[in-house]
């Protein structure tokens, strides 16, 4: 009913900065907690930083002050600004969002996309 596609993963050097993106298209009714989450091999998926319909944020530890996350309610889109990066950063980043497509709200899911920062 409702799909996440995220874009904007890539390689860089430490100290490097990305921005990843996530679309909501489908059948959308309306959009609660959009968010950010990321997997490194081996680890279990963390929650990167996640923002309300209303603009509210909230980010990990270990990226505030790094990362900044933002939304377009218009757009349906949300976005990961990744600036002074670290290779503790490399995972893979999912976009998530509690969506209510029809009658109720569920959780959906990005693919992934792949952030490399070498040293």
């Known amino acids: 009913q409702a799909h996440l596609v995220e874009s904007g993963g890539g390689s860089v050097q430490a100290g490097g900065s990305l921005r990843l993106s996530c679309a909501a298209s489908?059948?959308?009714?309306?959009?609660?907690?959009m968010g950010w989450y990321r997997q490194a091999p081996g680890k279990q998926r963390e929650l990167v930083a996640h923002?309300?319909?209303?603009?509210?944020?909230n980010y990990a530890d270990s990226v505030k002050g790094r990362f900044t996350i933002s939304r377009d309610n218009a757009k349906n889109t949300v976005t990961l600004q990744m600036n002074s990066l670290k290779p503790e950063d490399t995972a893979v980043y999912y976009c998530?969002?509690?969506?209510?497509?029809?009658?109720?709200?569920?959780?959906?899911w990005g693919q992934g996309t792949q952030v490399t920062v070498s040293s």
């Open positions: 923002i309300t319909s209303g603009g509210s944020t």
């Open positions: 489908g059948r959308i009714f309306s959009i609660n907690v």
């Open positions: 998530n969002a509690n969506i209510r497509s029809t009658w109720r709200y569920d959780d959906y």
